[in-house]
């Protein structure tokens, strides 16, 4: 018997280019690596010290920090490829991932795309044009108008036809970005002004379409996975319907809508089938994703939304139930392998639910948040692979010192967890989130475990609009006498460190350092609200604690205990909490041998089962500062000054210098971290301003000024008030 041997497959890349940043590009390399592939990074001037690049084999500039003259510019990533021998590019998700022309100038210069071929990235990646074209196919769409070309007035003509409330969306987004709701015909010109205005700066492309809003919708997607041999198959569906702004927050895989229903093999297998046909029309290769929207009152309709011709940030959930790893089948295919997973080979496997840590600040309105990461506890850490047996995995691209810049998007990592079912996943979930630990910089950890804990959620009661229901019930945790206390006594024991008594001594161990205590001494925290927490430590008690005071309240005990690294614990009154701490320091450091020893934190960074706080030490000079600045007001009163919320350009000014403006109304919008915040007037009066659109702004810097005349009774009466407040600050000290 003659044996004949078969062609052996392509061989795989001897060297990949990763065309992003942020924990995308960490994950693609960890794969590139467990494949015996060289990974390139490519960086701008902003991301320079950022972990993609330290892990990768290979790292090269590309370019300033803005997106445009880095991250996006096409002619830069190709001459990397030069630079380095890459053979082919992955293009992770957002940036250039879904450009068709970004691959037709791969292609030219003889590079692999790790992705699609430009006929589905040209048809999918418009979403006018794919909704169009899948009608063809047997793939349901939801009822609009997706015509190319529309003005705002053809768009206005044709609402009606739609019906209210509807959607407008840009043809050329993907992410939920730019997506704005309209109930009532008359908002409607407004909005589409300010949509085609996102669109542009955020896509290039300011083309919209008006789709129905489906009511009490789910936001269900399916896993394809494709080669260049004629094989489509899927890997199940995700839930994605916890949505702010239309932007996922968590998802999970499989769907509890189909789990709980006694048909929900079969819709999956349409939906499956479905998808397969959304790929099959457009000769589809490698990952893509097919979203759909399913309504929870008819779960068995859905309708075709877009196509994601490239990873999704959610799929994680999809490893985690399958064990296959969509890297690595990214990168074969694009070699030119054939799947070796057939459609019966797919088998979900209990449940897996990720939840998407980003920089900002839930309780202000989800306001990004900037600054440095100075401790980071992400356990059980990013090392396990894609795929692999485990209850929990974290993808980030965070490490300590590193810099969360505005120039880009702010989500920062994201937790995964595995049960055996839904309720396990979701408990695996929480614990993971309750210890996970990133101070330096506000992160929404603690809104992520309220929702994963809501009494809907846990249900699986979901739809894309429960979040905004549920937000104004959330009940934020807030800095107390613990964490003032906690901060005060480090603030002590950092001073008497760096000031030891003679006699007594700093600190006295125990599994750590203990205070001290050289009192009385009088601490002042600022807090991230403008308020002022006094704590007093003036003396110590019977059993070595010492006393303390959280303002005009009475003598309480306190000790303080350093545990291990950054660790802290604080006993209050015989109650006692652990802390994860971390100081922050400005100005110079005192000279001391090798080491020079700051002179004391300015701010304290502190955090407890997955919530954080910002304390700052405020010197005489700011805390008194902050006392003139509440008494200039009248309680209850707005702030008169408008300031940028963090650092960004100014994108549009609806008002000019000189206007008379109502309270709440919009005086200009800033784009920061790829989302429009509009400031609006704090109060009715009379508008400074003196910035322009384009101009580049600063964290907290005054935009606009409202002056309302005040009477001069009042004026006087302030000033008088300030000069008392003045002569008691003087006497506190």
Known sequence: MTTTLSTPPKPLFGTVLVANRGEIACRVIRTLRALGIRSVAVYSDADAGAR???????????????????????????????????EAVHPGY???????????????????????????????????????????????????????????????????????????KPSAGGGGKGMHIVERPGDLAATLATARRVAASAFGDDTLFLERLVLTPRHIEVQVLADNHGNV?????????????????????????????????????????????????????????????????????????????????????????????????????????????????????????????????????????????????????????????GRVRVDSALVEGLEISSSYDPMISKVIAWGQDRTVALDTLDEALTGYTALGVDTNVEYLRLLVNDADVRAGRLDTGLIERKMPDFSFRRVGDFELVAAAL?????????????????????????????????????TSDGGIGAVGVTGRAADGAVLVSVGDGPQRTASLQFLRRSRIELTLDGETRGYSLAPAYTGPATPGGDSPTPRAPTELFLGNEGWSCRLEVLARETRLARVLAAIEREEGAADP???????????????????????????????????????????????????????LVKADQVLATIHAPAPPSAENAAEDTIEEAVIAMGAAE
Not at 133 to 162: C, F, N, S
Not at 340 to 369: C, K, W
Not at 665 to 690: C, D, F, R, W, Y
Request: glycine share 10%; proline share 7%; hydrophobic share 40%.
């Open 233 to 389: 198959i899927h890997l199940g569906e995700r839930e994605c319907s916890l949505q702010r702004r239309h932007q996922k927050v968590i998802e999970e895989a499989p769907s509890p809508l189909l789990e709980s229903l006694p048909d929900g093999a079969e819709i999956r297998a349409r939906l499956g089938e479905a998808a397969c046909n959304a790929a099959r029309s457009v000769n589809y290769s490698g990952a893509g994703t097919v979203e759909f929207l399913v309504s929870d009152n008819a779960p068995d309709e859905f309708f075709f939304m877009e196509m994601n011709t490239r990873l999704q940030v959610e799929h994680p959930v999809t490893e985690m139930v399958t064990g296959v790893d969509l890297v690595e089948w990214q990168v074969r295919i694009a070699a030119g392998e054939e799947l070796t997973v057939a459609q019966d080979d797919v088998v979900l496997t209990g449940h897996s639910v990720e939840a998407r840590v980003y920089a900002e600040i839930p309780e202000r309105n989800f306001l990004p948040s900037t600054g440095t990461v100075l401790l980071l506890d992400e356990l059980p850490g990013p090392a396990q692979r894609p795929g692999a047996p």
């Open 94 to 168: 957002g940036f250039l991932s879904e450009n068709v022309d970004f691959a037709r100038a791969l292609e030219k210069a003889g590079i692999t795309f790790i992705g699609p071929g430009v006929e589905s990235l040209n048809i999918m990646g418009d979403k006018i044009r794919s909704k169009n074209h899948v009608t063809g196919y047997g793939v349901p769409v939801v009822p609009g108008i997706a015509e190319p070309g529309m003005t705002d007035a053809q768009l206005i003509r044709a609402a009606p036809g739609v019906g209210f409330p509807l959607l407008i």
């Open 641 to 695: 000054a408008v300031r940028s919320p963090m650092p960004g350009t100014v994108v549009s000014v609806s008002v000019s210098n000189g206007d008379t403006v109502e309270a709440g109304q919009v005086l200009l919008s800033v784009e920061a971290m790829k989302m429009e915040h509009q400031l609006v007037a704090p109060l009715a009066g009379t508008v400074h301003i003196s910035i322009m659109s384009g101009d």
């Open 490 to 526: 480090y603030a002590v024991a950092m001073e008497e460190q760096n000031n030891p008594a003679p006699s007594a001594g700093p600190w006295r161990r125990r599994d750590g350092w203990r205070l001290g205590a050289q009192a009385p001494r009088r601490v002042s925290l600022g």
């Open 52 to 86: 993609h690049v330290r892990e990768a084999d290979v790292a090269v500039r590309i370019g300033p920090a803005a997106a445009p003259e880095s991250y996006l510019k096409i002619e830069a990533i190709i001459q990397a490829c030069r630079e380095t021998g890459a």
